[in-house]
């Protein structure tokens, strides 16, 4: 099992942020997820593998001026 933003989820072996992402609704918003307190950014998400018991946070990009 993992968490994503507080919410429990199924976890699976060849688990990636880029497939948690699929199955999150609202997730385009994402830029940066925030993996067991580590800061991955979205070119790494397809390559970077879930470890069970994990915790994500989906952090979104914000731009100001």
């Known amino acids: 099992m993992i968490e994503v933003d507080e919410n ?3 976890w699976s ?3 990636t942020i880029a ?3 699929e199955q999150v ?3 385009k ?3 940066v ?3 067991n307190g580590r800061l991955v950014s979205s070119p790494k998400f397809s390559e970077t593998r879930v470890p069970d018991n994990s915790i994500l946070q989906l952090l979104p990009l914000v731009a100001g001026g």
């Open 33 to 35: 997820v925030r993996l």
């Open 25 to 27: 609704e609202d997730a």
């Open 8 to 10: 429990k989820m199924q």
């Open 29 to 31: 918003f994402c830029s």
């Open 19 to 21: 497939s948690i992402l």
């Open 13 to 15: 072996e060849e688990m």
